[in-house]
């Protein structure tokens, strides 16, 4: 730091210090609880200390769960759902910043609306969808009349079917559907100078090139950001993939798996409470995530991104 | 490893083999999770393994809510299994759509001979048309009981657990007075101190024999012995001698009974499978059938739990497959395993029979579960002890557990909460029939 | 404003085509279903629905417990958001500062992001237990003061305080994201001038910021409403006597559970409806002061 400021150090030290102990309290709790074997896991007053019963845990959640093929699927899921949401927010901002036409808000507010109806709410729908994605556009044609008249033409009957059910597309797409990302790089480029934006007109640049050359560069700090939540986002998927993957073993997610390990209170009778194997699966499944966020903390740190502009 | 990014295909459910397979796939989606959720996904295995004909998916669904909700998704997707595991609760909506097989007369149709006067009637009922025919195959079927230390009622001079209410309530006091500072951990609970209570009297819940005599049913739990039971339980909190003790407080009415703390709870007998395994050493405990209030004839307590529904619109093999999976459960074998391995209890008497024979009950791990089955059939079923048919069951549970919940916060009288509880129930049964407007249960 | 644009118009469209085609497949297309769901009474595995127009919003509008629960919903998120944005901000200010242990504490800090929620629940019911766990130790004193399960008020204060924790891990990342790609040359020129690191804090730092500020803003009130389903349903589940019952968990009790698909339908158009309103009021008075060049 540039001055000497010893009171205000201590100070700062002892806000994160405090604030780090809070946040991190609940994952204490859960490393401690993995660490126990039934009988105490289940026992009052709640352990503080931990045990030694980890690594016995750690195997019996690994095989119980069958995480390996798991951990690959929510990989490749996660990587997807990145990739794909960076890349589309990107352009979509782009797209209603940069340009000066009348549906700009417009557009904004059709995408900004899709992060107020939960998924919950319309599940059963969107499952609908999921099981054939092309099913709004064959019922506009049915609807018009097209189909018909295409049939009529050429005696083709058009219909349209793709099954998105226990596949990476129907695990990916929904949740590049988001909002967020987008709002996020319109806050980002609102802030470009009008003066960027001229120089690169002048020096011939068309859109795509300025959207390529500069506007990505100088989003890095935010597509930083961005990667770390939506890749934690979609390692999180509980809901979604519940209800449209069936086949377990090929495709199955690392959340659901944890959620059928966590005992359910509703049956009248539940099962034996396993609370140390399902901690133990949540350390495990909570590494990936960690990682990624340690990771990308560099692209976080100020000095490597030439932001004077 | 293979990724398939994109599947252009024709409705491709899993496991459908479209070319030549000897074997006829199906689904199975089942809700219950956990170890309970294994076991299912054993029995899963030896029916695949005990022969070839037929290979079932069974898919768990972390819970019995999810179960029917992912259901109900891919049913108008057409996507859906040919079973689902549905519980008491969610069975209104499925049985007024009709979209089902019923398993009486699909094994009927399919040659396969079922004793269906064999189930218990207790159970048989609650899944049964009003002719009496099964709709539903009962599967984990379970019934209330109290579990009570034994050293704790010892140690207050209590000989007999009490099959009284009164003789309860003495009893509190008794543990009370010897030291025991939580004599009854109490967690309300729709179901035993509502449904399984007016069971047991044989007082009903709503008209129209609880609903299965009509859509236009209406709550009458507030004028019944229930008020006067709620108000006995809330005297009891106020004077100590039960305390709340639910799972989102903390530690739940079972959990306080097995680390020591309570000496008595009620649940379901399902749960004598979980008390066997977390008790510590040295717990020594039984279970007892609930009580009823004196001046009250006790009849039989109902089933809690699921059963297997067959779903319309699959294909005849996939029916066949499913009728033999379902029949496979039927037999004494599958009977032990599911009863040896979970806290529940055999739903036919020649299972029951099978497993008495053996001598399961007459030992540790398993001895006290026969009080259940004693419970179920205590009386023939009467009109009021059939069970309940009642359409938004789930959202009435709710309301009750809130106005009782507030009730016991002290923000009203037991009876205000009854009548406000009954009266939003009423409107949800309303709004019930309305939607299903000229429709009646089969 | 921004006077310096593109002209061309065809690149405009064929930019926001992807993402629009997408939430019109998955999210405007289902959802336009659930809204037509929320004017009949629709039987859960269908075959057939009643049109009865707007008697479901008559009937939710006109019930007062459903009003409780707008009321908590509100109390609920405008409470989480400024916890989590105050909190995040203070810790991201500070971490900023790069003193010695910053990677510890800006790694450390956006880990609860991470943790999925069956984790988060468990482990804040031990915390809040008042038998049992942390807090009870409050109770040993006081016997009673602290009792979630039959004080809704402290209920409420349970799940805003479990709510705000995952929020301000994810408000952190986006603060501390904001703070670092603010040029270094303009706190030096400060600091030159004079300005204490307090005084640098308000005046170069938080102008700066405005932006993000905004965004998390918009996002935290948004997700508190739409997102808080988990923490309710592990922690109280919707109790004591409806204290804590969100309007989303009640459309998830309703709709997922109950089956009530119309009810559900409706309260979400409504909760719809609100969510638009507060984001329209925060896009139109305070997105103004927000300065972006």
Same mark, same amino acid.
């Given at each position: 730091?540039?001055?000497?400021?010893?009171?205000?150090?201590?100070?700062?030290?002892?806000?994160?210090?405090?604030?780090?102990?809070?946040?991190?309290?609940?994952?204490? +709790?859960?490393?401690?609880?993995?660490?126990?074997?039934?009988?105490?896991?289940?026992?009052?007053?709640?352990?503080?200390?931990?045990?030694?019963?980890?690594?016995?845990?750690?195997?019996?959640?690994?095989?119980?769960?069958?995480?390996?093929?798991?951990?690959?699927?929510?990989?490749?899921?996660?990587?997807?759902?990145?990739?794909?949401?960076?890349?589309?927010?990107?352009?979509?901002?782009?797209?209603?910043?940069?340009?000066?036409?009348?549906?700009?808000?417009?557009?904004?507010?059709?995408?900004?609306?899709?992060?107020?109806?939960?998924?919950?709410?319309?599940?059963?729908?969107?499952?609908?969808?999921?099981?054939?994605?092309?099913?709004?556009?064959?019922?506009?044609?049915?609807?018009?009349?097209?189909?018909?008249?295409?049939?009529?033409?050429?005696?083709?009957?058009?219909?349209?079917?793709?099954?998105?059910?226990?596949?990476?597309?129907?695990?990916?797409?929904?949740?590049?559907?988001?909002?967020?990302?987008?709002?996020?790089?319109?806050?980002?480029?609102?802030?470009?100078?009008?003066?960027?934006?001229?120089?690169?007109?002048?020096?011939?640049?068309?859109?795509?090139?300025?959207?390529?050359?500069?506007?990505?560069?100088?989003?890095?700090?935010?597509?930083?950001?961005?990667?770390?939540?939506?890749?934690?986002?979609?390692?999180?998927?509980?809901?979604?993939?519940?209800?449209?993957?069936?086949?377990?073993?090929?495709?199955?997610?690392?959340?659901?798996?944890?959620?059928?390990?966590?005992?359910?209170?509703?049956?009248?009778?539940?099962?034996?409470?396993?609370?140390? +194997?399902?901690?133990?699966?949540?350390?495990?499944?909570?590494?990936?995530?960690?990682?990624?966020?340690?990771?990308?903390?560099?692209?976080?740190?100020?000095?490597?991104?030439?932001?004077?502009? | 490893?293979?990724?398939?990014?994109?599947?252009?295909?024709?409705?491709?459910?899993?496991?459908?083999?479209?070319?030549?397979?000897?074997?006829?796939?199906?689904?199975?989606?089942?809700?219950?999770?956990?170890?309970?959720?294994?076991?299912?996904?054993?029995?899963?295995?030896?029916?695949?393994?005990?022969?070839?004909?037929?290979?079932?998916?069974?898919?768990?669904?972390?819970?019995?809510?999810?179960?029917?909700?992912?259901?109900?998704?891919?049913?108008?997707?057409?996507?859906?299994?040919?079973?689902?595991?549905?519980?008491?609760?969610?069975?209104?909506?499925?049985?007024?759509?009709?979209?089902?097989?019923?398993?009486?007369?699909?094994?009927?149709?399919?040659?396969?001979?079922?004793?269906?006067?064999?189930?218990?009637?207790?159970?048989?009922?609650?899944?049964?048309?009003?002719?009496?025919?099964?709709?539903?195959?009962?599967?984990?079927?379970?019934?209330?009981?109290?579990?009570?230390?034994?050293?704790?009622?010892?140690?207050?001079?209590?000989?007999?657990?009490?099959?009284?209410?009164?003789?309860?309530?003495?009893?509190?006091?008794?543990?009370?007075?010897?030291?025991?500072?939580?004599?009854?951990?109490?967690?309300?609970?729709?179901?035993?101190?509502?449904?399984?209570?007016?069971?047991?009297?044989?007082?009903?819940?709503?008209?129209?024999?609880?609903?299965?005599?009509?859509?236009?049913?209406?709550?009458?739990?507030?004028?019944?012995?229930?008020?006067?039971?709620?108000?006995?339980?809330?005297?009891?909190?106020?004077?100590?001698?039960?305390?709340?003790?639910?799972?989102?407080?903390?530690?739940?009415?079972?959990?306080?009974?097995?680390?020591?703390?309570?000496?008595?709870?009620?649940?379901?007998?399902?749960?004598?499978?979980?008390?066997?395994?977390?008790?510590?050493?040295?717990?020594?405990?039984?279970?007892?059938?609930?009580?009823?209030?004196?001046?009250?004839?006790?009849?039989?307590?109902?089933?809690?739990?699921?059963?297997?529904?067959?779903?319309?619109?699959?294909?005849?093999?996939?029916?066949?497959?499913?009728?033999?999976?379902?029949?496979?459960?039927?037999?004494?074998?599958?009977?032990?395993?599911?009863?040896?391995?979970?806290?529940?209890?055999? &739903?036919?008497?020649?299972?029951?029979?099978?497993?008495?024979?053996?001598?399961?009950?007459?030992?540790?791990?398993?001895?006290?579960?026969?009080?259940?089955?004693?419970?179920?059939?205590?009386?023939?079923?009467?009109?009021?002890?059939?069970?309940?048919?009642?359409?938004?069951?789930?959202?009435?549970?709710?309301?009750?557990?809130?106005?009782?919940?507030?009730?016991?916060?002290?923000?009203?009288?037991?009876?205000?909460?009854?009548?406000?509880? &009954?009266?939003?129930?009423?409107?949800?049964?309303?709004?019930?029939?309305?939607?299903?407007?000229?429709?009646?249960?089969? | 404003?921004?006077?310096?644009?593109?002209?061309?118009?065809?690149?405009?469209?064929?930019?926001?085509?992807?993402?629009?085609?997408?939430?019109?497949?998955?999210?405007?297309?289902?959802?336009?279903?659930?809204?037509?769901?929320?004017?009949?009474?629709? %039987?859960?595995?269908?075959?057939?629905?009643?049109?009865?127009?707007?008697?479901?919003?008559?009937?939710?509008?006109?019930?007062?417990?459903?009003?409780?629960?707008?009321?908590?919903?509100?109390?609920?998120?405008?409470?989480?958001?400024?916890?989590?944005?105050?909190?995040?901000?203070? $810790?991201? $200010?500070?971490?900023?500062?790069?003193?010695?242990?910053?990677?510890?504490?800006?790694?450390?800090?956006?880990?609860?992001?991470?943790?999925?929620?069956?984790?988060?629940?468990?482990?804040?019911?031990?915390?809040?237990?008042?038998?049992?766990?942390?807090?009870?130790?409050?109770?040993?004193?006081?016997?009673?003061?602290?009792?979630?399960?039959?004080?809704?008020?402290?209920?409420?204060?349970?799940?805003?305080?479990?709510?705000?924790?995952?929020?301000?891990?994810?408000?952190?990342?986006?603060?501390?994201?904001?703070?670092?790609?603010?040029?270094?040359?303009?706190?030096?020129?400060?600091?030159?001038?004079?300005?204490?690191?307090?005084?640098?804090?308000?005046?170069? %730092?938080?102008?700066?910021?405005?932006?993000?500020?905004?965004?998390?803003?918009?996002?935290?009130?948004?997700?508190?409403?739409?997102?808080?389903?988990?923490?309710?349903?592990?922690?109280?589940?919707?109790?004591?006597?409806?204290?804590?019952?969100?309007?989303?968990?009640?459309?998830?009790?309703?709709?997922?559970?109950?089956?009530?698909?119309?009810?559900?339908?409706?309260?979400?158009?409504?909760?719809?409806?609100?969510?638009?309103?507060?984001?329209?009021?925060?896009?139109?008075?305070?997105?103004?002061?927000?300065?972006?060049?």
């Amino acid at each position: 730091m540039i001055e000497r400021t010893p009171i205000l150090n201590v100070a700062t030290h002892l806000i994160l210090i405090t604030g780090l102990a809070l946040l991190l309290l609940p994952v204490w +709790i859960a490393y401690v609880a993995a660490t126990h074997d039934l009988q105490t896991v289940n026992s009052a007053p709640v352990e503080i200390w931990p045990g030694d019963q980890l690594w016995i845990n750690v195997q019996a959640a690994w095989t119980q769960a069958d995480f390996g093929p798991k951990f690959v699927n929510t990989f490749i899921v996660s990587v997807g759902v990145v990739v794909g949401k960076i890349t589309i927010a990107a352009i979509t901002a782009f797209g209603i910043v940069f340009f000066n036409h009348r549906l700009r808000m417009a557009i904004f507010w059709l995408i900004f609306i899709t992060l107020m109806l939960p998924l919950e709410v319309r599940i059963v729908p969107t499952y609908a969808v999921a099981a054939n994605a092309l099913m709004p556009f064959q019922t506009i044609l049915d609807w018009t009349g097209m189909t018909w008249l295409i049939e009529r033409a050429s005696g083709v009957r058009v219909d349209l079917q793709w099954n998105m059910l226990n596949s990476y597309t129907g695990l990916i797409l929904p949740l590049i559907a988001t909002a967020t990302g987008t709002f996020l790089y319109r806050q980002f480029f609102l802030t470009i100078p009008d003066e960027l934006v001229e120089a690169a007109k002048m020096d011939g640049a068309g859109p795509l090139r300025f959207l390529w050359q500069v506007l990505i560069p100088l989003s890095r700090t935010n597509i930083a950001a961005l990667a770390t939540i939506m890749f934690v986002y979609s390692w999180n998927q509980y809901l979604w993939p519940l209800l449209i993957i069936t086949d377990r073993a090929n495709y199955g997610l690392v959340v659901v798996e944890l959620g059928n390990l966590v005992p359910d209170a509703m049956t009248t009778g539940g099962g034996v409470p396993n609370w140390h +194997i399902a901690m133990a699966a949540t350390l495990m499944v909570m590494i990936p995530p960690i990682l990624v966020v340690i990771f990308m903390q560099r692209w976080f740190v100020r000095g490597l991104i030439n932001t004077d502009k | 490893m293979n990724i398939k990014i994109t599947t252009l295909a024709l409705l491709a459910t899993t496991g459908m083999a479209g070319a030549a397979a000897a074997q006829t796939s199906f689904e199975y989606w089942y809700g219950l999770s956990g170890d309970l959720g294994n076991v299912v996904q054993e029995t899963c295995n030896r029916f695949n393994a005990s022969q070839s004909e037929y290979e079932i998916v069974c898919v768990g669904q972390d819970g019995y809510e999810a179960a029917v909700q992912n259901t109900i998704a891919a049913f108008r997707a057409n996507q859906h299994p040919t079973i689902v595991q549905s519980f008491d609760a969610g069975t209104a909506d499925l049985m007024l759509s009709g979209e089902f097989y019923p398993v009486q007369q699909m094994m009927a149709d399919y040659d396969i001979e079922i004793d269906w006067s064999n189930y218990f009637p207790g159970i048989s009922n609650y899944y049964a048309a009003a002719t009496g025919e099964l709709f539903s195959m009962p599967f984990n079927s379970s019934t209330p009981v109290y579990y009570y230390n034994e050293d704790m009622l010892a140690a207050a001079g209590i000989e007999e657990a009490p099959l009284t209410w009164e003789g309860f309530a003495e009893a509190l006091v008794a543990i009370k007075d010897s030291g025991v500072d939580c004599p009854y951990a109490y967690a309300p609970s729709t179901w035993i101190d509502l449904e399984q209570f007016s069971m047991a009297h044989n007082i009903p819940v709503a008209s129209n024999d609880n609903g299965y005599a009509g859509l236009d049913s209406e709550l009458l739990f507030n004028t019944t012995q229930h008020v006067q039971h709620m108000e006995n339980i809330q005297s009891w909190i106020n004077d100590g001698y039960a305390h709340i003790r639910t799972a989102q407080s903390g530690l739940s009415a079972r959990d306080s009974f097995v680390q020591g703390e309570c000496a008595i709870f009620f649940s379901s007998i399902a749960d004598h499978n979980t008390v066997g395994k977390i008790a510590p050493e040295g717990l020594n405990w039984e279970v007892q059938m609930i009580p009823v209030y004196e001046g009250f004839e006790r009849h039989n307590t109902v089933v809690g739990g699921a059963s297997l529904w067959v779903l319309s619109g699959k294909t005849e093999e996939e029916y066949r497959g499913a009728a033999a999976y379902l029949s496979f459960l039927a037999t004494p074998e599958s009977e032990e395993f599911w009863a040896s391995n979970t806290g529940y209890i055999p &739903v036919t008497q020649t299972g029951y029979d099978a497993l008495i024979d053996k001598g399961f009950y007459d030992a540790a791990p398993y001895a006290g579960r026969e009080i259940a089955i004693r419970s179920l059939t205590y009386t023939a079923p009467t009109n009021l002890t059939r069970g309940i048919r009642l359409g938004g069951f789930i959202q009435i549970r709710s309301e009750w557990t809130n106005e009782v919940g507030a009730a016991l916060a002290g923000q009203k009288t037991m009876q205000e909460a009854l009548d406000t509880a &009954v009266e939003r129930g009423n409107v949800i049964l309303d709004r019930f029939a309305r939607t299903y407007a000229g429709k009646t249960f089969p | 404003m921004r006077r310096a644009y593109f002209k061309n118009n065809w690149i405009a469209a064929l930019v926001v085509a992807p993402q629009l085609l997408i939430i019109f497949v998955f999210f405007y297309w289902p959802a336009s279903q659930a809204v037509y769901w929320a004017f009949t009474l629709e %039987q859960p595995w269908g075959g057939g629905n009643t049109w009865v127009g707007l008697d479901n919003f008559r009937q939710a509008l006109g019930d007062p417990v459903y009003w409780q629960s707008v009321t908590a919903s509100i109390i609920f998120a405008l409470s989480s958001t400024v916890l989590a944005m105050g909190m995040a901000l203070i $810790l991201a $200010l500070f971490a900023d500062r790069q003193l010695k242990g910053y990677k510890i504490f800006r790694i450390g800090l956006i880990w609860p992001y991470a943790i999925a929620a069956p984790a988060v629940g468990l482990a804040f019911r031990f915390v809040f237990n008042p038998n049992a766990g942390l807090l009870s130790f409050v109770n040993k004193a006081m016997p009673g003061l602290w009792d979630p399960t039959l004080n809704g008020n402290q209920a409420l204060i349970m799940v805003i305080v479990a709510g705000s924790w995952k929020l301000i891990s994810y408000n952190f990342i986006f603060f501390l994201a904001a703070l670092q790609s603010i040029p270094r040359s303009l706190v030096e020129a400060g600091a030159m001038d004079g300005a204490g690191v307090l005084r640098r804090m308000r005046d170069i %730092q938080l102008p700066l910021l405005a932006p993000t500020f905004f965004f998390i803003l918009v996002i935290n009130i948004t997700d508190s409403f739409t997102d808080s389903f988990g923490i309710i349903d592990t922690l109280t589940g919707g109790g004591p006597a409806r204290a804590t019952d969100l309007m989303v968990y009640k459309i998830y009790s309703d709709g997922f559970r109950g089956f009530d698909y119309s009810g559900a339908a409706t309260q979400s158009i409504i909760l719809m409806v609100l969510v638009i309103a507060l984001t329209f009021v925060q896009f139109r008075y305070i997105e103004r002061r927000v300065h972006y060049t």
